[in-house]
């Protein structure tokens, strides 16, 4: 294929506005699958991803388009995972493309996470094509929406396309258009091979299968390649492309998008972002610019509630890591909980989605205890340590300066929502940075402690907005504060995995709070419960979960003992979410409590 | 030769009416007026009794009998007694054995009585609930405050010297006077044994799907207080978690079950559990009256015939046996489940956590743990 008949493209947009659907109107349209073939939504291959309508892996999907102009063309029509705890991926995935569709929903208008991935893509010198999809609806409003992506994003929206994902209206000519307006990939057929890992992913089968786009020469099977990061090289057992079916090729050319299988065992030896080259790398090629290896940001003590299953936990989060690169884990012995392991995650969806499928797929029964940042310490003697677990901060004394990671967030809304939303991001410990007015909507950039925001703000910002505030973050630097260890104590034993950091002046609502809620999860027990929050030794709050004063079957339901003991059993069910701390049962909402203090339920 | 006790449940399963809080093996009559299919079950009965006698004889004499139901005193005396004297030609009676019949207390039922003291019933247990009669209404029963204070004379003078009456507490809207003076009427009548329980919500009941507003957790624990402390005063000792008797009155029957003795369990729904060469076998019989009538006396009438396993033995000896404020003696645990008592390793952490004590070869749950039994008991689980 020529190159100028190619074109490598992704499709920007926020949840629901119809990325999904849009593909699946490509491919219908360009003949790649037959009409009973169509399940809906190709592209979301991982059953979560489809329930939640997010993209977690990058796919590609190539089709064969026949323009106006009576020539074919190949289209690569590249996937972007979309959500803000992804944005080094979608970085790597923008990169193999030259241009993008940037779908907006005609009656809702531009969001925070479509902005700041269309941003990037302009930053990477991509030919950005505004479409507003939903032009069917009664409340579409294009004439508003064309002007917002005008002021916000800063692009001209002229010309931008009118369609319905769902009725198929306009899509044809969006597809012409690609072809108008995009440019083809640059590179050298003839020079050395070089290609750009754009995602990686374990198959049951094959092992690791590549994501790649080809920038320089070409790739072929059986030729032996070099991965740049790890200086290992591997033979090409297998490439080729989805169309969207699996095609086996025999050579991706320069400017190509498809997949290759060359027997590595993990994914970590074909990390995003890194380069291919020909073995040994004979001509000396530099890596193509942007590779780096992703940072966890938040951590969480994930338990087993069965002490038993802690080798199974072990073995599924080593399968998970097969596919997630982002996912870290070492083991984690708590006082309260036993054996577990700390997790590091990108963000919060990064860990709702690991525990979901750990729980769903892995049948584990967890215990999750609230995230932490990761903060920094510097300690009297000088040294400077990380720390991503509040029970192993250091003694106070030891602590010269205690430093936590600062965001810098863009919060994009209409107007009616600035007054609120900036009250929550005050109360966030945010300083305002900017604030712009871009017709009816406003850009604030707020810089905020990330600790603030993994603690409840995506809940609180929605109901402050009513839905209509979007978000999105990036980390900019450690800065010191003024924090605290916030212990939790049951009757007297302090619970390690309840410990928390706040700020100094925020520590005695949240010690009120978090007391006040623990006395409601923890059901009552046989005996008065006392729940206390300290700072170091001294007591802040205390409240008590008063005792039961009884529990017992009143009728012995004569002869029949499997009707008893079926209650009996029942009752031992419920307990099973519970982990004993000393003689007190503890559910597990009580460890994610702590999340939710600032406001009741 | 075993030691353990022989008793025998026999079931009647039907009522006047259901209640809405009753998840018992009932079935309410179709129609006010129609009568129960009196010969044709004791038919079935005594068919059932054969068949299970025939799979296993059995030697030992009857301690005890019971007739629950359903309202076992639907059935006329002429019934009662010749079930009683077809089951004697089959199983010898303990000399003192114990014959209880359960009886609501309506008037049409106390014509009985003397009827059934001629049959050989020598206790009457009597489902009285309350003397409260919007609360009887409310609770569905067909009885009310007079009928009770009736039927108990006429028991009395039919010659039962040996009466228990069943009443419930923390009824919906009750007070804590309301139980008081409930539990007053009750005590003036001087039975020789009162069932005190808390009205429980069972799923798959009236109450289950609509529950009435019940007392709180503390209101119903300062009724529970106020009755032991008034079942106290009046002579009536505690023996179980809901069992109050005067001296030497303690149900028999029920402390077979207590003691995890062996009884025979016949009729539509019946539960019956043998114990034979360090086996313990369950039994139960298939529940609805019309399937019960056509297949009793073969083995399709049994619903449920299994073996209780060795892992099982503590947990279903320790479900009855902890019941008993005086807990068990752990020769008896040995005897009848086969096991080693002091293996059994959640019995330290039970003590540990105070809720279990041992004495004198005895095991007893403390206070503690006989208020908390469904805790204490899971952990044998």
Redesign the interface.
């Known amino acids: 294929m020529r190159l100028d008949h190619i074109r490598n493209f992704c499709i920007i947009a926020h949840i629901d506005h119809g990325k999904s659907t849009l593909a699946d109107r490509f491919i219908q349209l360009t003949g790649g699958l037959e009409e009973r073939e169509m399940q809906a939504q190709v592209l979301d291959n991982n059953p979560i991803e489809r329930e939640r309508g997010i993209t977690i892996k990058a796919q590609s999907v190539q089709l064969h388009y026949t323009a106006r102009n009576g020539e074919r063309y190949q289209f690569n029509l590249i996937d972007t995972p979309g959500h803000v705890d992804f944005s080094y991926e979608v970085s790597r995935s923008l990169e193999a493309c030259e241009g993008a569709l940037l779908v907006v929903d005609a009656s809702q208008g531009v969001e925070a996470q479509s902005v700041a991935n269309c941003y990037t893509a302009l930053d990477q010198n991509l030919e950005v094509i505004p479409v507003l999809n939903k032009i069917d609806l009664q409340n579409a409003e294009p004439d508003r929406v064309r002007e917002e992506i005008e002021q916000v994003i800063g692009i001209s929206a002229a010309d931008a396309l009118k369609v319905s994902a769902k009725t198929g209206l306009g899509v044809a000519d969006v597809l012409e258009e690609v072809v108008l307006r995009l440019p083809p990939p640059k590179g050298n057929p003839d020079g050395p091979l070089q290609a750009l890992i754009v995602d990686s992913w374990f198959d049951n089968y094959l092992g690791v299968v590549s994501l790649v786009r080809v920038t320089s020469g070409s790739v072929k099977k059986g030729q032996k390649i070099r991965v740049m990061s790890t200086g290992r090289d591997h033979e090409i057992t297998m490439l080729g492309v989805n169309a969207p079916k699996r095609l086996f090729k025999d050579e991706l050319q320069c400017g190509e998008v498809g997949f290759i299988v060359a027997g590595i065992k993990d994914i970590f030896g074909a990390p995003v972002g890194d380069t291919l080259t020909a073995a040994g790398n004979p001509a000396g090629l530099e890596a193509l610019p942007g590779f780096r290896t992703v940072q966890p940001r938040v951590f969480a003590g994930m338990f087993p509630v069965d002490a038993d299953d802690f080798e199974d936990f072990r073995e599924s989060l080593q399968k998970l890591r097969l596919n997630d690169s982002a996912l870290q884990f070492e083991p984690e012995n708590s006082t309260a909980l036993g054996f577990g392991f700390r997790v590091g995650f990108l963000g919060m969806l990064h860990m709702d989605i690991v525990q979901e499928r750990l729980e769903r797929e892995y049948n584990l029964n967890l215990i999750t205890t609230a995230p932490s940042v990761v903060y920094e310490v510097l300690r009297t003697d000088g040294d400077v340590v990380k720390v991503d677990n509040p029970a192993e901060l250091p003694e106070p004394g030891s602590i010269d300066e205690l430093r936590e990671p600062i965001i810098s967030a863009r919060v994009l809304m209409p107007q009616s929502c600035v007054g609120p939303v900036m009250q929550l991001c005050m109360e966030k410990r945010g300083v305002q940075k900017n604030l712009r007015y871009l017709g009816s909507q406003v850009q604030m950039e707020v810089e905020m402690p990330m600790a603030e925001v993994v603690l409840d703000f995506f809940d609180r910002l929605k109901s402050v907005s009513r839905g209509y505030a979007s978000f999105e973050y990036e980390f900019v630097r450690f800065q010191a504060a003024d924090l605290v260890k916030l212990d939790v104590l049951v009757n007297g034993d302090k619970v390690d995995a309840l410990a928390t950091i706040v700020h100094r002046d925020n520590a005695y609502p949240r010690g009120r709070d978090l007391c006040e809620r623990m006395q409601d999860v923890i059901h009552r027990q046989m005996f008065d419960i006392a729940i206390q929050a300290a700072i170091g030794a001294k007591i802040i709050a205390r409240s008590t979960v008063k005792a039961l004063r009884k529990d017992v079957t009143a009728k012995c339901y004569g002869g029949d003992a499997s009707r008893k003991r079926k209650l009996l059993e029942k009752q031992k069910e419920g307990k099973k979410r519970m982990k004993q701390v000393g003689s007190v049962e503890i559910p597990q909402e009580a460890f994610l409590a702590v999340l939710g203090v600032d406001k009741k339920k | 030769m075993s030691a353990i006790d022989l008793a025998l449940?026999l079931h009647f399963p039907w009522c006047v009416q259901k209640c809405p809080y009753c998840d018992f093996n009932s079935h309410a009559l179709r129609s006010a007026d129609a009568d129960v299919p009196e010969t044709a079950y004791v038919d079935a009965l005594l068919r059932d009794l054969d068949f299970e006698l025939a799979h296993t004889p059995e030697p030992r004499p009857l301690t005890s009998i019971?007739m629950?139901g359903g309202t076992p005193s639907l059935f006329s005396d002429r019934a009662i007694g010749r079930v009683l004297s077809e089951v004697n030609r089959r199983l010898a009676f303990a000399p003192d054995i114990e014959i209880t019949l359960e009886a609501n207390p309506g008037t049409a039922e106390a014509a009985h009585f003397a009827g059934y003291v001629a049959a050989g019933v020598n206790r009457l247990s009597m489902g009285v609930q309350s003397l409260d009669n919007a609360l009887l209404k409310r609770l569905g029963r067909i009885h009310d405050r007079d009928e009770v204070f009736r039927a108990y004379e006429l028991a009395r003078a039919a010659g039962f010297g040996n009466i228990n009456l069943d009443l419930m507490f923390a009824l919906p809207e009750q007070t804590l006077a309301g139980a008081e003076a409930d539990l007053r009427g009750v005590l003036g009548l001087a039975p020789e044994h009162l069932s005190y329980?808390?009205?429980?919500i069972e799923p798959n009941t009236a109450f289950g799907a609509m529950p009435p507003p019940l007392p709180d957790?503390?209101l119903?624990?300062d009724i529970?207080e106020q009755g032991q402390r008034l079942l106290a005063e009046h002579g009536y000792a505690q023996y179980?978690?809901?069992a109050y008797a005067r001296p030497g009155r303690r149900a028999r029957h029920?402390l077979n079950?207590?003691h995890f003795g062996d009884?025979l369990?016949i009729g539509a729904g019946?539960?019956?559990?043998r114990s034979a060469d360090g086996v313990v076998r369950?039994r139960?019989r298939t529940k609805h009256p019309r399937a019960y009538l056509q297949h009793a006396g073969g083995p399709a009438a049994v619903q449920?015939d299994r073996i209780v396993g060795a892992d099982e033995l503590p947990?279903?000896f320790l479900?009855?046996g902890l019941?008993l404020n005086d807990g068990f003696a752990i020769a008896d645990y040995a005897d009848r489940t086969g096991l080693d008592w002091s293996t059994l390793a959640p019995a330290e952490t039970a003590r540990q956590?105070g809720?279990l004590a041992e004495a004198d070869g005895r095991v007893r749950p403390t206070e503690?743990g006989?208020?908390?039994?469904?805790?204490l008991?899971?952990l044998f689980?």
């Open positions: 449940y019971f629950g329980y808390q009205l429980t957790d503390e119903a624990w529970q179980e978690v809901s029920n079950y207590w009884y369990g019946a539960h019956g559990k369950r139960a449920e947990i279903e479900m009855n019941r956590r809720l503690l006989h208020r908390h039994l469904n805790g008991l899971t689980l």
